[in-house]
């Protein structure tokens, strides 16, 4: 299995720095003086299509060559990736079709559709949504962009903790939400080769714990029946996001949902920022753990923005 | 009646610089899809306490003597520059006296309070907040500042609009909110001295539409009984505030209360911003007469994000 490095990150951010935003990194003393150290938050959810996303999506779209992209992308996925990957095609002028569960909520089905995207519904079962998505593309001959199990993918999302440490160059610690693992592993592969002392946690709902009990035990354990607010992080670990987190993640803490819904509140409250659940995790765990991490500096990235405002925990 | 000029901009950002944030400027290419033009967003609802009131607060405290300071500030507040007296002068290490109503809600309170507003209550008349913010100053000594009737204020405010065109030099239009004044004259008067030919918009609820009403008349004419969701426009005009405005202003438009929702919906769903409703009051004029301000570049000013999460208008 060939492993994505770091190059790969320099080479993505080369490739798509012209598509993406280079989001701003904020502070907040308020919650600073909550947590007892020095918080400097990358601000994912202000990314194109409201996640960091869009930055996998985009170097898995623009690292294709002509001949591949004429036949454009495709996907399965009910979430953030699926606008990602069709802004990012839309952007090369290229198809993305997205395979989604028939259930999926109008409001995903209204921001893919906004981009551009080709939906085809499915059944709501990942036997239904692949063999749907692999018989789109045995006759299109697409190319499928994993959302995470992916070395483009990868290297794209390690952009957003590279730009971070490009501003702020020194940090005892980043924090990121896991989910199938693309972020986690795009980020530590850029925190270790940038700056090596800094130490790389995942934060993750206790609730669907796969990827903190495959770190613990040293094999991929896939999740069963996860239950979560952060819907963003219901997703098993990726082959390749293990593969990288084995080697570079220092350690992966689980949280509650009542810290993750805490800590969502605290930053739309002091933040002033729209933030998904999925975004609240990390600073979750400082929440549930402060002592542990008084007087450092710490960068958390806050992965995405995307929630219902009809549908809120408070 | 002395009124303030450019000159005191610069001199209150060069004395205010350390102490607020230069706020981020965002776009949001969906927002410009919907309005047909380039918005750029000067996001004060991440200055610090929330609102871009911060800076005129600091420039008011930071401007006094020691031998002034010493005796403290105060001022008559229930909103945005209560917190932002509090917090300024705290930093600067003196006593903020706050005179509010008792029957202020107790979100507000809590945030007074928790930037180290000493606070006192009253009726809640407007004759009894001057009664009782008078008998502290008579017993204190304290310099009362004025949330947008006072030079030192306006010259504050008007500080965003500078940054805004330092970063952003060619805009045909800037557009903020107004209700005493504070921010729209400082930013009359930035813009006409940085960019003489880009018009100064304001745009006003038509439930407490004052400002209108003075500067098509030519003279002040109070608010009665204004009723509008954005609360931080119920103020009336100053007289500074007037006489700023009547002679840099180029328009003031109204707009209704569902598109004052809408906008305000719309910036926190596509640019994952937490706003108040006074905020979107420009983004609504937008909306309102999208024909009038196709193919233009405009920047809005953004002016807070302070709302009670558990009373969303969706």
Redesign the interface.
């Given at each position: 299995m060939k492993l994505p490095v770091f190059e790969d990150i320099i080479d993505a951010h080369k490739l798509i720095k012209e598509f993406i935003h280079r989001t701003?990194i904020?502070t907040s003393?308020?919650i600073n003086r909550i947590i007892g150290s020095e918080i400097f938050f990358k601000c994912e959810?202000?990314q194109?299509t409201?996640a960091f996303k869009f930055r996998g999506a985009c170097n898995a779209v623009f690292s294709l060559t002509n001949e591949q992209a004429s036949r454009g992308v495709g996907t399965h996925s009910s979430g953030n990736h699926a606008a990602a990957l069709a802004l990012a095609a839309r952007i090369r002028g290229i198809q993305a079709h997205i395979v989604m569960p028939s259930n999926s909520p109008e409001i995903k089905k209204k921001a893919v559709a906004?981009y551009g995207g080709i939906i085809t519904y499915c059944e709501p079962t990942l036997q239904s949504r692949e063999t749907t998505l692999r018989e789109i593309a045995e006759k299109t001959g697409i190319e499928i962009v994993h959302p995470y199990n992916n070395c483009k993918v990868i290297a794209g999302q390690g952009t957003a903790a590279k730009e971070l440490l490009e501003e702020i160059p020194i940090l005892d610690l980043i924090l990121c939400p896991v989910g199938g693992g693309g972020l986690l592993s795009g980020t530590a592969l850029s925190v270790k080769a940038i700056s090596p002392l800094s130490r790389v946690i995942a934060a993750e709902p206790s609730g669907a714990d796969d990827a903190y009990r495959s770190f613990k035990a040293g094999y991929i354990i896939p999740s069963v029946k996860p239950k979560t607010i952060a819907d963003g992080l219901l997703t098993s670990l990726g082959e390749i996001n293990f593969a990288v987190i084995s080697q570079k993640v220092d350690d992966i803490l689980t949280v509650s949902e009542e810290s993750i819904i805490e800590a969502m509140?605290l930053v739309?409250?002091r933040?002033?920022?729209?933030?998904e659940p999925s975004s609240a995790v990390p600073l979750a765990a400082l929440l549930e753990k402060k002592e542990a991490f008084r007087n450092l500096r710490i960068g958390i990235i806050l992965s995405g923005?995307n929630i219902d405002?009809?549908n809120?925990p408070?």
């Amino acid at each position: 299995m060939k492993l994505p490095v770091f190059e790969d990150i320099i080479d993505a951010h080369k490739l798509i720095k012209e598509f993406i935003h280079r989001t701003p990194i904020l502070t907040s003393s308020a919650i600073n003086r909550i947590i007892g150290s020095e918080i400097f938050f990358k601000c994912e959810n202000l990314q194109k299509t409201g996640a960091f996303k869009f930055r996998g999506a985009c170097n898995a779209v623009f690292s294709l060559t002509n001949e591949q992209a004429s036949r454009g992308v495709g996907t399965h996925s009910s979430g953030n990736h699926a606008a990602a990957l069709a802004l990012a095609a839309r952007i090369r002028g290229i198809q993305a079709h997205i395979v989604m569960p028939s259930n999926s909520p109008e409001i995903k089905k209204k921001a893919v559709a906004g981009y551009g995207g080709i939906i085809t519904y499915c059944e709501p079962t990942l036997q239904s949504r692949e063999t749907t998505l692999r018989e789109i593309a045995e006759k299109t001959g697409i190319e499928i962009v994993h959302p995470y199990n992916n070395c483009k993918v990868i290297a794209g999302q390690g952009t957003a903790a590279k730009e971070l440490l490009e501003e702020i160059p020194i940090l005892d610690l980043i924090l990121c939400p896991v989910g199938g693992g693309g972020l986690l592993s795009g980020t530590a592969l850029s925190v270790k080769a940038i700056s090596p002392l800094s130490r790389v946690i995942a934060a993750e709902p206790s609730g669907a714990d796969d990827a903190y009990r495959s770190f613990k035990a040293g094999y991929i354990i896939p999740s069963v029946k996860p239950k979560t607010i952060a819907d963003g992080l219901l997703t098993s670990l990726g082959e390749i996001n293990f593969a990288v987190i084995s080697q570079k993640v220092d350690d992966i803490l689980t949280v509650s949902e009542e810290s993750i819904i805490e800590a969502m509140r605290l930053v739309w409250e002091r933040m002033k920022l729209v933030i998904e659940p999925s975004s609240a995790v990390p600073l979750a765990a400082l929440l549930e753990k402060k002592e542990a991490f008084r007087n450092l500096r710490i960068g958390i990235i806050l992965s995405g923005g995307n929630i219902d405002l009809g549908n809120l925990p408070f």
